[in-house]
């Protein structure tokens, strides 16, 4: 592991390459869940199983590997797909309970304060916050959970009443500042379009362009492979695009909002810039890909690419996200975020903003942080393919791209297995939660013999730094299968810029 922004040209690093302990790499992760691998985990969908410019088999013969949708239903139990209004009220009614049990805890059994308790910085106010932060996690436990079942709505999942599941969605949703119709039409095409290079939506991989790279050979021979080599654009380049007072001015900034990313990884080192990838996306992922800022798909509703300087917003009806047949729904939408905002305002002003944003904002960081962790980890690792229009299908979407992951204890109780049971969930939206253990239990003992099943059972942090230190960046939207790129296999700037000094002082002394 580099430190001080020193990088790695290992073998291991290009995409065409990562072939070791690929076919049996589902053999070697433990069968149960919540245990640890003495080796990294590997993803089975290696490029010879899928990737048709390596594998010794026809782009036909690789498909034909994947089951068919109606394959894999056969083997679930038929009730798993029954969904019960009952049951689904349930969930809703305990969640509202545990967060109810969480407040009259902070609040009257140990009376904590909005207030600070004494000078800044004393160990008195440190205990203060730490407090604070621990009622937001403790809420996120509580109600991370409701979060899901407001999903599970937008979904259909939650009971067999359209009008039902509309209104629970949109009320749950809206109380936590989501946007209910408008995100539940972007995750749906998530769903429909699971690692597509370019239709995809949510943890869309950034090319080389978008951290501040530039291509020095089309096909090099960086370690006698042909894969591309980069540099890393200056800080004069970097600072030109990023600066509010430039020509394009503040939209063409946020038009590339991760176009500093090679340069802070080269100040910050290896561990430094994986920490800090990780925390700023925690805090401000889920706030960037709302503004259609960052993370989304690069095709509009009306099929024509995003442009640099649009804005696939979920807040705006004639955002290119949507359809003409969204606007009632984006509107409905905005209406639910601004009952939400004026209540939020009126307690701010009968109580204080702090007290608001620590009863009310505080949880609303914790949870949505939970959730741009745990959807960043389930499509997200150096060894999970993403594909592009040529070689993208459903089932490979839904397969090779989606990952279960282990999360204990209460976490996983209180977030109804959203992180255990993703690949069933992404073959069959429409199953309540309260089936997928038993749908996954049948789904994984079908398809891991076959190597067709995702399982990594590396503890999540550690999932989640592994990614921020590995998972930088694509060679290519259009061109291929890809797998994620890292940083420490692009040479520093210092580095290059030294080697072409010297360059050119030789060929002054000739």
């Not at 067999?160 to 629970?168: I, L």
């Not at 800080?235 to 394009?248: I, M, P, R, T, Y």
């Not at 909002?257 to 810039?273: K, R, V």
């Amino acid at each position: 592991m580099g430190k001080g922004g020193q990088h790695n040209n290992s073998k291991g690093s290009s995409p065409l390459k990562k072939t070791a302990a690929g076919e049996s790499a589902a053999k070697e992760a433990p069968k149960v869940a919540g245990t640890t691998s003495a080796k990294p985990w590997v993803s089975p969908f290696t490029p010879e199983k899928i990737d048709p410019r390596v594998s010794s088999m026809t782009k036909e013969e690789i498909d034909a590997q994947f089951p068919t949708k109606s394959e894999l239903k056969a083997i679930i139990p038929a009730h798993c797909f029954e969904r019960s209004l009952f049951w689904s009220m349930f969930y809703v009614i305990r969640d509202v309970i545990q967060a109810c049990c969480v407040v009259y805890l902070t609040h009257c059994v140990l009376g904590l304060s909005t207030d600070p308790p004494g000078p800044i910085w004393t160990w008195q106010w440190w205990a203060w916050r730490l407090a604070w932060n621990f009622y937001g996690f403790a809420m996120t436990s509580a109600m991370g959970g409701l979060w899901v079942l407001g999903h599970e709505c937008g979904h259909g999942a939650f009971s067999d009443y359209p009008v039902v599941n509309g209104a629970v969605g949109w009320t749950i949703h809206s109380i936590m500042l989501v946007p209910y119709f408008s995100w539940a039409f972007s995750h749906a095409k998530h769903h429909r379009r699971t690692n597509d290079l370019m239709d995809g939506e949510t943890h869309v991989p950034p090319t080389w362009e978008d951290v501040g790279l530039v291509k020095t050979s089309k096909e090099g021979d960086n370690n006698n492979t042909k894969e591309p080599k980069y540099e890393r654009l200056s800080k004069d380049v970097v600072d030109s695009k990023l600066s509010f007072s430039a020509e394009g001015g503040l939209s063409e900034a946020f038009s590339y909002p991760l176009y500093g990313h090679a340069l802070t990884h080269e100040h910050n080192g290896d561990e430094g810039f994986a920490w800090l990838m990780m925390w700023s996306r925690l805090l401000m992922g889920w706030q960037l890909y709302l503004a259609g800022v960052t993370s989304g798909g690069h095709i509009g509703s009306d099929r024509k690419p995003i442009q640099k300087g649009e804005f696939p917003d979920h807040y705006r009806p004639h955002s290119r996200l949507f359809p003409a047949k969204m606007y009632a729904k984006v509107i409905a939408s905005d209406i639910g975020i601004g009952m939400t905002v004026s209540a939020l305002i009126y307690f701010s002003w009968k109580y204080s903003f702090r007290a608001v944003w620590f009863w009310y904002f505080g949880p609303y960081m914790w949870i949505h942080a939970f959730l741009v962790m745990v959807t960043w980890l389930q499509h997200t690792d150096p060894t999970v393919p993403h594909f592009d229009s040529e070689n993208w299908t459903w089932m490979k979407g839904a397969l090779a791209g989606t990952i279960d992951r282990p999360l204990y204890g209460w976490m996983n109780y209180s977030s109804h297995n959203i992180v255990t049971t993703h690949v069933v969930h992404h073959l069959f939206h429409e199953m309540p939660h309260y089936h997928a253990v038993e749908a996954t239990k049948a789904i994984r003992e079908y398809l891991e013999p076959k190597g067709l099943y995702n399982y990594d059972p590396t503890d999540c942090m550690a999932a989640l730094y592994k990614l921020c230190e590995n998972c930088h960046f694509v060679d290519s939207l259009t061109d291929g299968i890809q797998y994620y790129r890292k940083f420490q296999d692009v040479p520093l700037y210092s580095e290059t810029n030294a080697k072409k000094t010297e360059a050119v002082e030789a060929k002054k002394d000739q």
